[in-house]
């Protein structure tokens, strides 16, 4: 198998090959990427767990990318100009570049089940960190007047520019970070911090930042975390161990849940509601798609 995604974060080798591929219309196939067993859940996390299922947006997004998998003449190219390409950039950027490599955290209905919202539902600004190419922020922005990305992929900027969102330079991705307040003298009803903690050097000074330009009564973060928790940070082509370390204990999906209340009350953050889903990234000529199980919270500031 191939390795695919300098992710919001990096992708391992994780791929579902074409010829070992899960029916994605089959609930019973692909019903291991939703289960919790809530009985290893602590007492306090039991009542807010959120169970999700195969739905239909999940499924058109697994139908696109196998499809794309199969456009040899086109997986051929990508595959040239990446080993061409990736001798001066980063795979991130080259996957901007090519426009491939899209991600996919969760649907339009996900999203609402999970924040308890209505389709209707409306508030003023999204802030979207490490966006990459700002699909999944496509599927949050319906729901804001505002919306508010940031990245450090040129190429993935360029992405994101043609989506017209606003793109924020200097704040956040410590330690490029300089408070939003600082850039832009606002706070945020919604901050989406997707698969990014895992490969930030200072992952707590993030969040705290975070927590100092949240609207600090209704505002919430949507935060995901693939679980197990193996954090590295690129450093010069090199990968490295983060200098600040989150205190996630445990083996099993459920054991690191239970570990992560304390270390997100230590950045001023309760858990409001989580819930167990696929992080799905478009495949290429080896795999049809590839797939690591994300942990997806609702933090409200306390």
Request: net charge neutral.
């Amino acid at each position: 198998m191939g390795w695919v995604c300098n992710r919001r974060g990096a992708w391992v080798n994780a791929g579902v090959s074409r010829g070992k591929q899960i029916k994605v219309s089959s609930w019973e196939g692909n019903r291991k990427w939703y289960v919790c067993n809530t009985e290893q859940l602590s007492e306090s996390l039991q009542p807010i767990f959120v169970q999700s299922y195969l739905d239909q947006g999940t499924q058109i997004f697994l139908n696109n990318s196998i499809e794309k998998s199969g456009w040899l003449f086109i997986q051929l190219y990508h595959s040239f100009v990446s080993s061409i390409f990736s001798l001066f950039m980063s795979r991130t950027s080259i996957n901007g570049l090519l426009g491939r490599g899209s991600m996919f955290v969760f649907s339009p209905e996900q999203f609402q089940r999970l924040l308890k919202i209505n389709p209707e539902w409306k508030s003023h600004r999204l802030l979207d960190l490490g966006a990459g190419d700002g699909e999944v922020t496509k599927v949050m922005s319906p729901h804001f007047e505002e919306i508010y990305a940031t990245e450090l992929s040129e190429t993935m900027i360029w992405q994101l520019q043609k989506k017209k969102y606003r793109y924020c330079s200097e704040y956040f991705l410590h330690p490029l970070c300089q408070t939003a307040k600082q850039n832009t003298g606002f706070q945020y009803d919604v901050i989406s911090c997707l698969n990014l903690l895992d490969r930030c050097d200072q992952p707590l000074t993030v969040l705290k930042d975070i927590r100092s330009v949240l609207e600090p009564t209704r505002g919430r973060v949507i935060l995901a975390l693939v679980l197990p928790f193996h954090p590295y940070v690129e450093n010069g082509g090199k990968w490295e161990k983060p200098s600040e370390v989150l205190e996630i204990k445990g083996h099993t999906w459920e054991e690191q849940v239970n570990s992560l209340p304390e270390v997100f009350s230590k950045a001023g953050f309760a858990i409001e509601a989580f819930t167990r889903l696929p992080y799905l990234c478009e495949g290429d000529m080896y795999n049809d798609y590839y797939v690591l199980d994300d942990a997806v919270f609702v933090l409200k500031p306390v």
